[in-house]
């Protein structure tokens, strides 16, 4: 079955960097995009970003564009957001999501805070 | 940027009775392919969500028949026929049309 497992969440200092994995299992790793959603506590849900399965093609929400980067390495089977200059209002759980966004990851929590 | 609109924010129905939520859009969701990109969600406390609706009217597999999706252009309801006690959570629209862009939610709660 599809498996997206999200790793690389923490404390980040505000300005900082931070790199979050999303390690996908169980479908054809290239034939689907991967979103990037979040939601900062006890509020609703983001659509953050989304790298289309030619690997070329990424799109970013307005409040990440220029500061975050998505990526992924097809020989581990693992997608990456990089998220550079950081903010507090970055402060969020960030959820991977295969493309049609029937299937999730539990999240990881990126908490910025000086 | 197209803003997506739901309401009412919270909700309180008695069990057994049914439940209506609106999401309206800032522009059409009519896509170039004649498609509506329009899904609903489920979200549990401590979970992650769950796709209910994709396209408008079309349930996920496992979905039960208590829930329908309608709607056109810019306006789109989420029924649930008679709400069981495992409806309760926040409930999301998101547009794939426009790019993506959820609405702010709906929290059901059982009355």
């Known amino acids: 079955q599809v498996q997206l497992v999200e790793s690389g969440g923490g404390v980040v200092q505000p300005g900082g960097s931070l790199r979050v994995s999303c390690a996908a299992s169980?479908?054809?790793?290239?034939?689907?995009?991967i979103h990037w959603v979040r939601q900062a506590p006890g509020k609703g849900l983001e659509w953050v970003a989304f790298?289309?399965?030619?690997?070329?093609?990424?799109f970013y929400a307005d409040s990440v564009e220029g500061r975050f980067t998505v990526s992924r390495d097809t020989s581990k089977t693992t997608h990456f957001l990089q998220m550079d200059s950081l903010r507090t209002e970055d402060t969020a759980v960030y959820f991977c999501?295969?493309?049609?966004?029937?299937?999730w990851g539990q999240g990881t929590l990126v908490t910025v805070s000086s | 940027d197209v803003v997506v609109t739901q309401s009412p924010l919270s909700l309180a129905v008695t069990l057994g009775q049914p439940a209506s939520i609106s999401c309206r859009s800032s522009q059409s969701l009519v896509n170039y392919d004649g498609n509506t990109y329009l899904d609903w969600f489920h979200q549990r406390p401590g979970q992650s969500p769950r796709r209910l609706i994709y396209?408008?009217?079309n349930r996920d597999a496992g979905v039960p028949d208590r829930f329908s999706g309608s709607g056109s252009g810019t306006d789109f309801t989420l029924k649930i026929s008679r709400v069981e006690a495992e409806d309760v959570g926040v409930y999301y629209c998101?547009?794939?049309?426009?790019?993506?862009?959820f609405g702010q939610g709906t929290k059901l709660e059982i009355k």
């Open positions: 998101l547009q794939g049309t426009h790019l993506y862009s």
């Open positions: 169980g479908f054809t790793f290239t034939n689907y995009g």
């Open positions: 999501v295969r493309e049609y966004f029937q299937d």
């Open positions: 396209r408008v009217s």
């Open positions: 790298f289309r399965s030619d690997a070329i093609n990424a």
